[in-house]
Each structure stands twice: as structure tokens, then as C-alpha cells.
């Protein structure tokens, strides 16, 4: 079955420590994002890509990077520099911008902690 | 920035009742979307509705939106228990990025 895959799905960070989240998908989409959710909060985009080796920044890229070498791969790094990384992170994705009105597809997200 | 605003923030009803969920937004869009996600997992999309339409059916939901307001609303009809999770409103301007709500929490009782 097609899906989005991330992982781990619990994950600790000390301080200091830049640690980096998964997200693999096999639906062949081209566009990739991902999600910061904190409770009673919704969620909040951090970066985006539309196309292999391209990414943009969202709403709340600071303390966070990625990296798009494949399409079906999208990491997130959360650096030390983000100091309140404790929340619950998304990745979705969508066939292909930017023809417009197409749903995202979610993986089932990585709850990260501090130590 | 969160654009769309879901209300009520929480409600509970029985098993069999509708429930209805409303979405409020600021600014113009291309379409609006409704997700739901369960306790702990990635969200799951139910149903999409485009600027120029008003209403749109799927199985039990009935969602309607109306621009002049900047409003949505999602009907669940005869709910049942596993319809229990939060439910989200997004919206998407053209640009392929979606604005999230902060979400309702929906209770059904068995």
C-alpha cells in the first residue's frame, strides 16, 4: 500500500543535540511538507518542497532545516538552535503543484521530547 | 498564521446524533478543506470544496461554505462512536499551502 512513513515515532532530544526526523513516502507525489503541532495550537507549517533539490520556508522555519536529494525523501532536522522543540511533527505531501485543489496525505508523525 | 477558526472548540453528543462543526476564515481562497485526525496519528482528509461551489456531500458528511461570510461548515450526520477525534479546517489560497485551524474535539458517546 502507498503511504507516507515516518519515523521514529517517539524521539528524545538532549540539549544541545540536533536530532533529524524521517519521512519517506512511495505515492510518487512531488511535493513534500512538513508540520509542527503543539496542543490547542493546529498546525503550523515549517518548510515545503515542490520538486527534488527545492524547498522553501514556512511560517515557522527558524531552528529547522531540510534537505530534498530524493523525491521520495524529506528530512527535518531540528537544530539546538530551536529551543522549544517539544511538539508533534507532520509530513504530508501532494501529487504535483501546482495544479491546485489536491488534499494532502499525512504520515502518522513523530512526538518529539526534551531529556 | 492560522486563518481558519473552528467552532465549536469541543463537543459531545450520542451515538446517532448530528453533530456540526463551523469554520471561519479572513481571507479570499481557492478552496476549503476538512481533516480529521485521531488521538495521536497523522491527519486524514475528508472532504474538499472548492471556491465556486457551495455544498458537497461525502457518504455521512455534508459541508457547505459561503464566502460571503468566509465560512464553512461540516455536518456529520448519524454519528457513530469512531467518529470520536478532532476535526480540522484548512484552507489553501492558490499557493499549495494550507492554513490549519486549531481544531475541534468532537465526543461521541457510545
Known amino acids: 500500500d502507498g503511504g507516507i512513513t515516518q519515523s521514529p515515532k517517539y524521539l528524545f532530544r538532549k540539549e544541545g543535540q540536533n536530532v533529524t526526523l524521517s519521512c519517506e513516502q512511495n505515492l510518487n507525489h512531488d511535493a513534500m511538507y512538513w508540520y509542527r503541532q503543539d496542543p490547542g495550537q493546529g498546525l503550523r507549517l515549517i518548510y515545503y518542497s515542490q520538486i527534488v533539490n527545492d524547498f522553501q520556508k514556512g511560517d515557522i522555519a527558524e531552528g529547522y532545516s531540510v534537505s530534498r536529494e530524493k523525491k521520495e525523501s524529506f528530512p527535518l532536522t531540528v537544530t539546538s538552535a530551536q529551543k522549544n522543540p517539544t511538539a508533534f511533527y507532520l509530513c504530508?505531501?501532494?501529487?504535483?503543484?501546482?495544479?491546485?485543489?489536491?488534499?494532502?496525505?499525512f504520515g502518522d508523525g513523530t512526538r518529539l521530547s526534551i531529556l | 498564521s492560522q486563518q481558519g477558526e473552528e467552532d465549536p472548540q469541543a463537543l459531545s453528543i450520542q451515538e446517532g446524533e448530528n453533530a456540526t462543526m463551523n469554520c471561519s476564515y479572513k481571507?479570499?481562497?481557492?478552496?476549503l478543506q476538512w481533516y480529521r485526525q485521531n488521538s495521536g496519528r497523522g491527519l486524514v482528509h475528508l472532504i474538499l470544496i472548492r471556491s465556486n461551489e457551495r455544498e458537497k456531500h461525502s457518504g455521512r458528511l455534508r459541508v457547505t461554505l459561503d464566502t460571503s461570510k468566509k465560512s464553512s461548515s461540516l455536518l456529520i450526520t448519524a454519528s457513530r462512536a469512531a467518529d470520536t477525534a478532532s476535526y480540522f479546517c484548512a484552507t489553501e489560497g492558490g499557493s499549495e499551502k494550507l492554513v490549519f485551524g486549531k481544531g475541534m474535539k468532537l465526543t461521541v458517546n457510545p
Open positions: 481571507t479570499s481562497i481557492n478552496n
Open positions: 504530508a505531501s501532494i501529487p504535483s503543484p501546482p495544479r491546485g485543489n489536491q488534499p494532502q496525505h
